[in-house]
């Protein structure tokens, strides 16, 4: 079992940043990968970013490419997602997931936090 923990969401104006955190406990969350998934009111959860075990990869959806960066500490049990730029379409509750697949599909991770709210003004 790994629990996850987010945290580092809140309220910014566009063109702000924030760098939301991802702890795990329980199964070093080293043994998997990690994934970045949000979700808007009355819209279906959707991937964001991914990150290899290791470190050593990493994916993005189109949407966030050149602006959200994924990082991870092993030694920490902490991912990271660092969010520049950001615009109200980003607004969103943000899920980090830990899975054994490096993935883009909800299904592929099995352990899910409980969401941090980042809410974007224009």
């Known amino acids: 079992q790994v629990q996850l923990v987010e945290s580092g969401g809140g309220l910014v104006q566009a063109g702000d940043s924030l760098r939301l955190s991802c702890a795990a406990s329980?199964?070093?969350?080293?043994?998997?990968?990690m994934g970045w998934f949000r979700q808007a009111p009355g819209m279906e959860r959707e991937f964001v970013a991914a990150i290899t075990r290791s470190g050593t990869s990493t994916n993005f959806a189109d949407s966030v490419k050149g602006r959200f960066t994924i990082s991870r500490d092993n030694a920490r049990n902490t991912v990271y997602l660092q969010m520049n730029s950001l615009k109200p379409e980003d607004t969103a509750v943000y899920y980090c997931?830990?899975?054994?697949?490096?993935?883009?599909?909800?299904?592929?991770?099995?352990?899910w936090g409980q969401g941090t709210q980042v809410t974007v003004s224009s």
């Open positions: 329980g199964r070093t969350s080293a043994n998997y990968h």
């Open positions: 997931a830990a899975g054994p697949l490096y993935s883009r599909s909800t299904a592929n991770y099995v352990y």
